[in-house]
């Protein structure tokens, strides 16, 4: 099993422009999770699917984020207009849904620079 | 919400000594609790986990207590080695199952 995939692994965009993450989760992992990391404010969850359903985005920043899976096996996370304070490193993560609270396995993230 | 408190927030301790980093959690629901080892660059990964029915699980080197009473666990490394250097979270469910972190400790191992 490849785990969880991200892409890209860099973005540097400038300020006002549209970021797409992507992410392919592990199969068989019915649960979902975008999280976001920096020095200031540590590791955040933004958004959580179970099912291809998004169960809780209370962690979304603002409107200028939204997230889809339109299928089991793809995610996005997209930040439209980008503005530096978005600069991070996001990560997604997948899990079994069945048997409780599991393991989550981590992607190796996505290092987005706004300029 | 889950509130989950982290400490110390960098640690030292030199090779082979034991190290211990410690967590309170505020949901009295929350139970499921895992730690996490995030080395430099890298993404997060589990090391060991601990559910609620359980007061003590070990894993090599590794362990970690539970104190559902007083709502903290415990990170316990034994005899450090460099490759322990790393960022360790700690986790705990809330009442919907949702993952909150804690803060993180920096540990640093020096030989």
């Known amino acids: 099993d490849a785990g969880v995939i991200q892409s890209p692994r860099h973005e540097v965009t400038e300020m006002g422009q549209e970021v797409t993450l992507r992410c392919k989760p592990i199969?068989?992992?019915?649960?979902l999770f975008w999280y976001r990391q920096t020095m200031m404010r540590g590791l955040e969850l933004l958004i959580y699917?179970?099912?291809?359903?998004?169960?809780?985005d209370s962690g979304m920043p603002e409107d200028r984020f939204s997230a889809k899976m339109p299928n089991a096996s793809f995610s996005t996370l997209k930040i439209q207009p980008s503005e530096p304070r978005d600069s991070a490193v996001y990560f997604c993560?997948?899990?079994?849904?069945?048997?409780?609270?599991?393991?989550?396995?981590f992607g190796p993230g996505t290092r987005l620079t706004v300029l | 919400g889950e509130n989950v408190e982290q400490h110390p927030s960098t640690l030292s301790v030199q090779e082979g000594d034991s190290a211990v980093i410690k967590c309170t959690y505020s949901?009295?629901?929350?139970?499921?609790f895992p730690w996490y080892k995030q080395e430099l660059g890298k993404r997060p990964q589990l090391i060991i986990d601990?559910?609620?029915?359980?007061g003590e699980k070990k894993d090599q080197r590794i362990a970690v207590t539970l104190n559902k009473t007083a709502k903290h666990f415990s990170l316990h490394i034994t005899e450090t080695q460099p490759e322990d250097s790393a960022v360790y979270f700690c986790?705990?469910?809330?009442?919907?199952?949702?993952?909150?972190f804690g803060a993180g400790t920096q540990v640093v191992v020096t030989p």
């Open positions: 601990i559910r609620s029915n359980v």
């Open positions: 199969s068989g992992h019915n649960s």
């Open positions: 699917f179970n099912n291809n359903v998004p169960i809780d």
């Open positions: 993560a997948s899990s079994p849904l069945a048997g409780g609270p599991r393991e989550q396995f």
């Open positions: 986790a705990a469910t809330d009442s919907w199952g949702k993952l909150q």
């Open positions: 949901d009295s629901a929350s139970n499921y």
